[in-house]
């Protein structure tokens, strides 16, 4: 019975990607697709790690780039010990043709990008909860692109999105209570 309902809802996950995955879309959606799903791949969060922790003295921005630090330092073990025991293909893989881009691995759940631009997200929501919309809204748009350009089905950015979320929530009530 199990079985059964992971198979149906595998099946309504494709079924979602499909209707957002769609070749004829106009360029400049495919576009900002690639440009969100670039700003997840690390580079930013190297910047704002170092920007926080080297250039500022006060102890909330310290704190702010160590909860960064201990938020991927929990959720990327977790993210690869997931993707290889799972090691669900990717759609790009079996489904449909044409990404556009080629994955940095080969399989889609969870989705690191959405598990990073969610412990991120999430920590500067907490730190500066005045700018929540604007962190949300990037990582939400990171995670989406992320099923637009091929990638990824809908369940493994949402999947990765809780995960980072979880991992960001924890890495900052460990580096307060320190």
Known sequence: MANNI???????????????FNDASPIWIRRSALGLSKSG??????????????????LHFQQLAMSILVGFAIERPIYFLAKKRIARV?????????AYLV??????????HSAGA??????????????????????????A?????????PAD???????????????VMVVESI
């Open 145 to 153: 692109s992320r099923v637009i350009i091929g990638v990824h089905y």
């Open 157 to 171: 950015v949402v999947i990765g999105a809780v995960m980072g979320s979880s991992c960001a929530v924890l890495a």
């Open 90 to 98: 990717r759609p790009c893989d079996c489904l449909v043709q044409g």
């Open 6 to 20: 992971l198979t149906k809802l595998a099946k309504v996950d494709e079924q979602l990607f499909l209707s957002v």
């Open 118 to 143: 969610f412990v991120v997200a999430t920590i500067l929501t907490m730190y500066f909860p005045e700018f929540a919309v604007l962190w949300l809204m990037w990582a939400s748009g990171v995670a």
């Open 41 to 58: 791949d690390g580079g930013l969060y190297v910047v704002l790690f170092l920007g926080f922790w080297w250039f500022t003295e006060q």
């Open 103 to 112: 994955p940095s691995d080969q399989f889609s759940l969870p989705s690191g």
